[in-house]
């Protein structure tokens, strides 16, 4: 069975290839996930709903609004002083100094031979009585002064939290309430096949994704797409290894993120305890899962801010352990060595460039319709030479190689290789002659008049189809000619292949090739928001990472990324500066993602477009004037004067102003000059519409 609880049919786009390890820096890696008894308490750890981006495992909720914070010094100063008032109370009633009305209520509720020496008590008990009337005096001294002086938040702040960390573990659920013991499946007659998975989590054989894979599989049975016999009877075989993953394999290599496949995060980094910070959020975990990565994400950073190390690898990461688990299929692109982890944690590895990579990739991206065959390679050639306001696409160039691929395809029953695409673009007269040779003797009219279309065209100045030819030429070179080949002899991977839980990474040549590079990265992501858009199974999440998305924003490439939500599927980009964006997409590529972080380092144009986006709210301003005292009186003067010598300032009254302003959440000077080096300020929305504003967060924390 694969991930889904059906049988595998798996093909090229899941076959395991041979891996070795890409050049990655060494990191140190996270900490193993634990087994046995630990991971039984890690599976019932409480993960209480929570804001958006709050890392939710084991999570104490915080009030929303910030309660009134007296100073430390204070606070500890006055629960001395209020102490030693007691103190000085107690010491004046005990020595008389305040006379002995106290003792009146004692003496209105006892017997007058409780006082004595010989009354019915005896000594001990006379003793008890008057000692036990002074401690209770003592403690209604305690109790007001401990008001007084708030010792309560005293306790709570300094003292507490201290005999916190040594408190126990909470006791297990009940059976009912069990995460461990699968009541789901109890619930539905599957009691046997919950009996095996909770004993072999006891026995230490199931890890985090095992029972993220097995929980999905299970969905698939709930929601009737696949049979409850066949599901029960592979976990009954296989234990916690069964509905596999068509890789077989049930876990990365290496970790070196926190992840919690329960709720579906990996953890980025803490929150700031920053004033700037919601009081919710401060000092929380920050963390990012399906449900934000589904509106997409823009980070912006300059080289070395951490955009691949704290941000990309983890998420690709955590998509790599989702689709272990059948719930994700993961596209990450990015230059050879650019650290998007080891080539073992991927099923398909394209090395576009390298003669020893397997897998070569489709250049058609998988589809049989030349119209929109022709419509994704015209984005991905010149797509970033349309006009960059978000109304313009590029028709022209789509019309244009329509009039090539259709009659092509209809002749050869394949679309042309790169070689190919390039003479019947350049106008070469013997494959024109040869196409149109043959279709004139298969009879197709149609395909005649768009051939000769495209030759009259070649006739007029100012024909895009030079340009496409000059494109084209980027990829007609030796160190490709292994690669888009359409004859079917290599094994080209498609992006068609997203109905399935699959881990693909590409590399892209850096070298030499920027060009070429760039518009490689244009084709995946024209490729993967055209897929996305006509997968049958969109219970799949789906996401790209763009790990430098230089020269790939386009209008049509930020209308698709508007479309990704209602797919399921959402896309990471990366870019060292906005300025990489044409100016009139900016504003357009902004508001069309969900989630948009600012890295150390952000230049503060870029960061005036970050804060025109972040908007304004209301705030409390407030104003302090200091006013100098004139003394009309002569011993007023004199005081003034002594004043003055002993504090070196003259007298002066202090009026304070309370105004409310609308200001920007980070301006763009604050965004420039005020994160520290490792921070990012990130806002959030997730799918159903909830968001976050700017929090300011420690990516190594």
């Known amino acids: 069975m694969d991930s889904d609880g059906t049988q595998d049919a798996r093909g090229t786009h899941a076959t395991p290839?041979?891996?070795?390890?890409?050049?990655?820096?060494?990191?140190?890696?996270?900490?193993?996930?634990?087994?046995?008894?630990?991971?039984l308490a890690w599976l019932r750890t409480p993960r209480p709903e929570a804001l958006p981006g709050v890392w939710r495992f084991g999570h104490r909720p915080r009030p929303a609004e910030e309660p009134e914070q007296i100073p430390a010094r204070q606070l500890l100063s006055g629960a001395l002083i209020a102490f030693l008032v007691g103190w000085l109370i107690w010491s004046l009633l005990q020595n008389g100094y305040l006379g002995t009305w106290w003792w009146i209520p004692l003496f209105l509720v006892t017997p007058d031979s409780w006082r004595g020496g010989d009354g019915d008590l005896g000594g001990v008990g006379t003793v008890l009585v008057y000692r036990g009337y002074e401690v209770i005096v003592a403690l209604i001294i305690m109790v007001g002064v401990g008001k007084l002086g708030r010792w309560s938040e005293v306790w709570r702040r300094f003292v507490a939290p201290r005999f916190r960390r040594g408190q126990p573990d909470v006791a297990p659920p009940a059976p009912e309430h069990d995460p461990t013991e699968w009541p789901q499946l109890r619930a539905a007659g599957a009691v046997d096949a919950a009996?095996?998975?909770?004993?072999?989590?006891?026995?230490?054989?199931?890890?985090?994704?095992?029972?993220?894979?097995?929980?999905?599989?299970?969905?698939?049975?709930?929601?009737?797409?696949?049979?409850?016999?066949?599901?029960?009877?592979?976990?009954?075989?296989?234990?916690?290894?069964?509905?596999?993953?068509?890789?077989?394999?049930?876990?990365?290599?290496?970790?070196?993120?926190?992840?919690?496949?329960?709720?579906?995060?990996?953890?980025?980094?803490?929150?700031?305890?920053?004033?700037?910070?919601?009081?919710?959020?401060?000092?929380?975990?920050?963390?990012?899962?399906?449900?934000?990565?589904?509106?997409?994400?823009?980070?912006?950073?300059?080289?070395?801010?951490?955009?691949?190390?704290?941000?990309?690898?983890?998420?690709?990461?955590?998509?790599?352990l989702h689709a272990l688990a059948g719930r994700a299929a993961?596209?990450?692109?990015?230059?050879?060595?650019a650290g998007l982890g080891p080539a073992d944690a991927y099923d398909v590895v394209v090395r576009i460039g390298n003669p020893e990579s397997v897998y070569d990739l489709d250049l058609y991206g998988g589809t049989t319709d030349p119209d929109e065959a022709a419509a994704v390679l015209a984005e991905a050639l010149v797509g970033d030479l349309a006009d960059p306001h978000p109304g313009s696409d590029s028709r022209r160039s789509t019309t244009v190689l329509a009039q090539l691929l259709g009659p092509f395809r209809a002749v050869h029953d394949r679309f042309p290789s790169v070689p190919e695409l390039r003479q019947l673009l350049d106008g070469a007269p013997g494959p024109l002659a040869a196409l149109r040779t043959a279709l004139q003797g298969s009879g197709q009219e149609s395909l005649l008049r768009e051939l000769d279309a495209r030759e009259r065209q070649m006739a007029?100045?100012?024909?895009?189809?030079?340009v496409l030819a000059d494109r084209v030429a980027l990829l007609d070179r030796p160190a490709f000619a292994g690669f888009f080949d359409t004859s079917g002899q290599s094994r080209p991977f498609s992006l068609r292949a997203l109905d399935h839980p699959v881990r693909v990474r590409i590399d892209l040549p850096s070298r030499g090739h920027a060009d070429a590079s760039r518009m490689l990265a244009r084709l995946v992501l024209a490729q993967f928001t055209a897929s996305v858009a006509v997968r049958e199974d969109r219970s799949l999440f789906a996401c790209l990472i763009l790990d430098d998305a230089t020269g790939v924003v386009t209008p049509e490439a930020v209308r698709g990324i508007q479309r990704l939500r209602s797919g399921n599927a959402g896309a990471v980009l990366t870019l060292r500066t906005l300025d990489d964006v044409p100016r009139p997409l900016r504003g357009p590529l902004l508001g069309s993602v969900g989630c948009r972080m600012a890295l150390s380092g952000l230049t503060p144009w870029d960061g005036q477009d970050f804060a025109e986006v972040w908007g304004k709210e209301w705030t409390e301003a407030r104003d302090v004037t200091d006013r100098q005292i004139i003394a009309e009186t002569p011993a007023g003067k004199a005081l003034h004067a002594v004043r003055r010598v002993i504090t070196g300032k003259a007298a002066t009254a202090r009026a304070v102003t309370v105004r409310q302003v609308e200001r920007e959440r980070w301006s763009a000077s604050e965004l420039a000059h005020g994160v520290p080096p490792g921070h990012a300020v990130l806002s959030l929305t997730d799918v159903r519409g909830e968001h976050a504003p700017p929090l300011l967060v420690d990516l190594r924390g």
């Open 195 to 320: 009996e095996r998975l909770a004993g072999e989590a006891k026995a230490g054989l199931m890890r985090d994704v095992d029972h993220a894979r097995i929980a999905r599989a299970w969905q698939g049975v709930r929601s009737g797409r696949h049979d409850l016999s066949a599901f029960t009877g592979a976990v009954l075989k296989h234990g916690s290894a069964a509905c596999p993953h068509p890789s077989g394999a049930r876990d990365l290599s290496t970790r070196l993120a926190r992840h919690d496949l329960v709720t579906g995060q990996v953890r980025l980094g803490t929150t700031a305890d920053d004033a700037r910070n919601p009081y919710a959020y401060r000092g929380t975990g920050l963390a990012l899962g399906p449900e934000l990565l589904g509106t997409s994400l823009l980070a912006v950073g300059p080289a070395g801010s951490g955009k691949t190390g704290t941000v990309v690898r983890p998420l690709a990461e955590s998509l790599c």
């Open 17 to 39: 290839v041979p891996r070795s390890r890409s050049a990655v820096p060494p990191r140190p890696s996270a900490p193993p996930m634990p087994d046995g008894s630990a991971f």
């Open 460 to 466: 007029h100045p100012g024909d895009v189809g030079g």
């Open 330 to 337: 993961v596209v990450a692109v990015g230059a050879a060595g």
